[in-house]
């Protein structure tokens, strides 16, 4: 068992947590934030994704002996307040969810996903890799492939996000 | 019955627990935390038919925090049950790898987990048979199929139609083992206290969990209480309480405390459900214009040793096409596998993709358009029952796909369209889907502030009920959807069906409206409001037993374009759209997003889903979400899916039909015709690989 200080959605969490420990189960079961999902805790399905330093991560592959002096943001931490986060609001218009479960990780994804087009980087679709990325559709389809939706919400999600990063 | 339309009936509602779902606040079943919690780690088995010997226990009771370890030596005792599936660590029989043998608890997730790995089991093992064979020597005729039909039907006299028959189609396709996977796992937080057993449970049906564990657990239903206030997904494999939730029960009975335990994904493939593979041969003779003479739909089909689970796979047939002279069957054999359950529209949906690839076989040996030919075949009454349709509206739904989709200037040759190094091609099928409804109750309430509470134990495994029942009971309740409350989603709420079949929207709303009407019935006779708040409940058993016979169907057609790699064989539907005749919408937005998931579900079954059976082990070789796949983000492209009004007076008051399943049924028919279309290759055994598709 090892004491850490974790940083998560702008909060200061002292935990002891097992060496062997995940990011998500830490979440899930010590800290009480359960918006992250456990969907096949190996990585495969994207329910667990959070943002460390703001990069997606899946929380499932995330030992947190690992996340010393990291900031965490998970779903919980999206909103400004009462304010839902952009994605999170075009998410709810255009129905871009149906059970939920995948949602938090599909949310935290999108927000990664967004600051790396406009950080300019390419994905396997993206035609001219030195160009500045144009997130259409094929581009956030592609983008978004690490998050599984079973109740198969994608031309929903994909419309949502292509909303927001216009 | 009459139904009439109301101000939110019909209206784009957002999900009423919208906001919660998507800021995390949404608790599911794993994410209740009672006091003195321990975790629980289910052990399965690895052999496919013998006896557990003994169990070694004392390197993992020496590990810190472990708590327990449960197997049929010192499990509590449970009363016998119907489903030998829930007799769970009570013999030492194995019956199929994957079954549960034992569970670890433990003051922690990963303590458990290492006790379960770190278990030493001596099993008596028996030689296994895990498979499917259209010549099993096994194959026998069960006494009836899922959800109550008949095992066989025959008309006329099948044999000498299509020996008559100038035009014949004779052909046997093959769908595989499909798993659910929902994307939230099976889970259970137990809790015994005493009052009984509370239950935060992952399932589609709380009263029905409810029941099934008072009688396991000898106790007055009353004791037992279930809360699924957030179920990700189910498609059928919560629909009834499995291994799973006993072992939970279990568990925390066993150590006096509270225990969770969430079924690992890769568990999910033997503990869970899954949809039987089936062989089917369907044999379609027509004249030559292409009116059917004769229908045939034999399906071979697979379940457990220990539990008859025999899907109703050529159901559908029954009630698509007119013909004088049809035969339906079901086979089943006995294997030492997993006991398969419901999928998301079981039978429908892999007796549809036999179905509706011959009827796409049957218009080229005609040379009529597929379109044609099934307008051409349209019943003027259930062809099987000869009662009365309540509302049929297939031809107006592939009138409509076609026109939508430009199939009028189609060409039908195959392997005609290259683009670049890429063949297009199109295909149409049928969907269709029964219209169930069930008994329910509800209680509706008008509270002191002027709010109403709504409460019934439905459940949202993502289909919306929240939300719909929240409109369906402002019309009846002549108000606003803000100033209604739907409770959901526990068992101490009035009883009411399972979110499955399709159903719930019809069973559920009919109670509420019947309880809503109640109430309002109350308040005009009451005058002024009591302090108390008044209130109505309703039972719809009499009502739904006294409904007028009809044969009662949704109806849909689906077109498909696809893109075959010349090169690589490698299939991708580019276009699909589904129109569909459910009955009244309750609400566009849900609806679209019920259908659109159906049938991408539908394009998953068609490319990719395929569970590989390991003869050597007995064991699904493919365990987890890399190597199981369903369709990812990029795989969906250009999908659609629209409806035709539809107004049914004999179906419930909201005029409903079930909309949960129909999307999944023809997809993947409309995907192989497209292929054959594309390719001139007839794909007639699911998934279609890009190895089928080189030559």
Redesign the interface.
């Known amino acids: 068992m090892t004491d850490m200080l974790l940083s998560i959605n702008g909060d200061e969490y002292p935990v002891v947590v ?1 060496t ?2 995940t990011l998500l ?1 830490t979440l ?2 010590r800290l ?11 990585g ?2 994207g ?1 667990c994704t959070v943002l460390v330093d703001g990069r997606r991560v899946k929380s499932c592959l995330t030992l947190t002996v690992t996340l010393d002096d990291r900031e965490i943001t ?3 931490g ?2 400004d307040g009462d304010r ?1 986060h952009p994605l ?1 609001a075009a ?3 255009h ?1 871009a ?8 990780g599909q ?1 935290c994804s999108a927000v990664g996903m967004l600051a790396e087009a406009a950080a300019g980087w390419p994905s396997v679709v993206t035609e001219d890799v030195c160009a500045e990325p144009v997130l259409d ?1 094929e581009e ?3 983008r ?2 690490g ?12 419309a949502a996000i292509g909303e927001v990063a216009r | 019955m009459t139904t009439t339309a109301r101000p939110y009936v019909g209206t784009a509602l957002d999900r009423v627990e919208g906001m919660e779902k998507v800021t995390g606040r949404a608790r599911y079943a794993y994410e209740h935390s009672p006091d003195e919690l321990a975790y629980a780690v289910p052990v399965q088995a690895s052999i496919a038919r013998g006896e557990v010997r003994a169990i070694d226990v004392q390197a993992a009771l020496t590990i810190p925090g472990v708590i327990a370890i449960i197997w049929h030596r010192n499990a509590p005792r449970l009363a016998p049950a119907d489903n030998a599936e829930l007799s769970v660590l009570q013999s030492a029989r194995v019956a199929y790898r994957g079954q549960y043998i034992a569970v670890a608890v433990a003051e922690t997730l990963q303590a458990a987990g290492e006790a379960a790995r770190s278990l030493s089991v001596d099993y008596a093992g028996e030689p296994h048979d895990t498979e499917l064979r259209a010549d099993h020597p096994g194959l026998y005729r069960p006494e009836k199929v899922n959800a109550g039909y008949p095992t066989d039907s025959e008309h006329g006299d099948p044999d000498a139609a299509m020996e008559a028959a100038p035009i014949r189609v004779d052909a046997t396709y093959s769908t595989p083992a499909e798993h659910n996977n929902p994307m939230e796992p099976h889970a259970t937080v137990a809790r015994w206290d005493a009052d009984g057993l509370t239950l935060y449970d992952s399932t589609q049906g709380a009263s029905a969990v409810r029941a099934t564990l008072a009688a396991l657990f000898t106790m007055p239903p009353a004791n037992v209480r279930v809360i699924a206030s957030h179920v990700g997904g189910g498609f059928g494999s919560k629909g009834q309480p499995l291994a799973p939730v006993v072992l939970a029960a279990l568990a925390a009975k066993h150590v006096t405390r509270p225990v969770k335990l969430a079924v690992p994904r890769q568990q999910m493939f033997a503990v869970t459900g899954y949809r039987t593979p089936t062989i089917q041969r369907v044999r379609l003779g027509a004249d030559v214009d292409g009116r059917l003479t004769a229908i045939v739909h034999e399906a071979i089909e697979q379940c457990s040793t220990i539990r008859e689970f025999a899907e109703q796979t050529t159901t559908p047939t029954r009630i698509m096409y007119a013909a004088p002279n049809r035969r339906t069957t079901h086979r089943v054999v006995k294997l030492d596998v997993p006991t398969p359950s419901w999928m998301r529209a079981p039978g429908e949906a892999p007796g549809m993709f036999a179905l509706e690839s011959a009827m796409d076989e049957l218009a080229i040996a005609c040379g009529i358009d597929p379109v044609e030919l099934r307008v051409r075949n349209e019943p003027d009454a259930d062809p099987e029952s000869g009662e009365p349709f309540s509302s049929r509206n297939l031809v107006a739904c592939l009138r409509e796909g076609a026109r939508r989709f430009g199939w009028a200037d189609r060409d039908p040759t195959p392997g005609a369209r290259l683009v670049g190094r890429t063949l297009i091609g199109t295909g149409v099928a049928a969907s269709t889907y029964p219209a169930y409804r069930s008994p329910s109750q509800a209680s509706a309430r008008l509270e002191p502030d002027g709010r109403y509470t709504v409460r019934i134990a439905a459940t949202d495994i993502g289909t919306g009920a929240r939300t719909v029942l929240t409109q369906i009971a402002a019309d009846a309740l002549r108000t606003s959807p803000d100033r209604v409350t739907v409770e959901i989603g526990d068992s101490a709420l009035p009883p009411a069906t399972l979110a499955g079949g399709s159903m719930g929207t019809a069973s559920w709303g009919t109670a509420v409206v019947r309880a809503c009407e109640a109430l309002r019935e109350q308040v005009s006779r009451s005058g002024d409001l009591p302090s108390a708040g008044l209130e109505a409940a309703a039972d719809t058993k009499e009502e739904i037993g006294a409904q007028e016979r009809f044969s009662r169907h949704a109806f849909g057609a689906q077109f498909a374009e696809v893109g075959v790699d010349v090169d690589t064989g490698e299939a991708r539907v580019l276009r699909l759209l589904g129109v569909f005749a459910a009955g009244r919408i309750v609400n566009p937005k849900t609806a679209r997003s019920q259908f659109i998931g159906g049938m991408t579900m539908g394009l998953s079954t068609a490319l990719f889903e395929e569970s590989l059976m390991d003869r050597e082990f007995g064991d699904y070789l493919n365990r987890d979400l890399a190597q199981y796949h369903v369709a990812a983000c990029a795989d969906v492209r250009d999908i659609e899916a629209v409806w035709i009004e539809e107004d049914d007076p004999h179906l419930n008051p909201m005029g409903t039909k079930g909309i949960g399943e129909i999307g999944i049924v023809g997809t993947a028919a409309a995907i192989a015709n497209a292929v054959h279309h594309a390719t001139g290759i007839r794909i007639r055994d699911l998934p279609i690989r890009l190895d089928k598709l080189l030559r």
């Open positions: 097992d062997r420990e189960d899930r079961e009480d934030l359960t918006g992250a999902k456990k969907g096949c805790d190996h495969q399905c329910a998970t779903v919980e999206l909103a839902p999170q998410f709810i218009a129905d969810f149906q059970c939920g479960y995948c949602t938090p949310l559709e956030i389809r592609e978004m492939s998050n599984l939706c079973r109740c198969g919400a994608y031309v929903n999600i994909v």
